[in-house]
């Protein structure tokens, strides 16, 4: 079993709608929680950085952590066809610099205009 | 804005050959990574270093090595490529202190024949 679970999608809505994509891990050691996108053909970029549980929000974007579910959420609000783009959850314990992130294998999300 | 530029956008190579990618950050960060990409796998840690000359193994070392002279040049070498190392090459780079942020840069798309 992978310590870090997506869905691959692709996920596909029309422009404007609600998107959740979701992240579920199993190592409860993990304390840091990032969001990357990752559009075609270049590297990823880092969206939301959230340390332990709660919510961080960004203009159209949430992030949302609950440890005791092992599991990490982003919300994107009103939707645009920009936004189409892989997403990587990517997680940590600890913040020592010295360390690899564990990803996601990415959600690929499709903003119909 | 932190850059991280690798050599190569896209390489094709013969069964064999020695390959050598490149991967240059302009912030001074102390850390640096190589993954590879493949798809429904995710991003997977083959090497990374923390500081000039050190390096340490990822999840996935085997038919690799690392080169890291300078802090700014971080260096990923297939010895004698083979077709699984078919895949897109990421190189990333982070500081050493607190939210361990890690840039990408735009990927090397490796073919080998």
């Known amino acids: 079993q992978k310590e870090v679970e997506q869905d691959p999608g692709p996920l596909s809505v029309p422009e404007g709608a609600i998107v959740s994509l979701n992240c579920t891990y199993s190592?409860?050691?993990?304390?840091?929680f990032m969001w990357y996108r990752q559009y075609s053909r270049k590297g990823p970029e880092l969206l939301m950085y959230?340390?332990?549980?709660g919510n961080k929000e960004d203009g159209r974007f949430t992030a949302q952590v609950d440890k005791s579910s092992k599991y990490i959420s982003l919300f994107i609000r009103d939707s645009q066809p920009s936004d189409s783009a892989t997403y990587l959850c990517a997680m940590d314990e600890e913040n020592t610099g010295r360390r690899a992130l564990t990803f996601g294998s990415g959600t690929r999300l499709q903003v119909q205009p | 804005d932190v850059k991280v530029t690798q050599s190569s956008r896209y390489l094709v190579k013969r069964t064999g050959e020695k390959v050598f990618l490149e991967c240059v950050q302009d912030m001074d960060h102390e850390n640096m990574f190589w993954y590879r990409q493949d798809p429904g796998l995710g991003l997977r840690l083959i090497y990374f270093?923390?500081?000039?000359?050190?390096?340490e193994k990822g999840d996935i070392p085997e038919g690799y090595s690392v080169s890291r002279e300078k802090k700014e040049r971080f260096s990923l070498i297939l010895e004698s490529a083979s077709t699984n190392q078919t895949s897109m090459y990421l190189c990333a780079s982070s500081s050493g202190g607190a939210a361990q942020t890690q840039y990408f840069g735009p990927g090397t798309r490796l073919l080998v024949l």
């Open positions: 270093s923390y500081d000039v000359k050190m390096k």
């Open positions: 959230t340390y332990s549980s």
């Open positions: 190592n409860s050691a993990f304390q840091y």
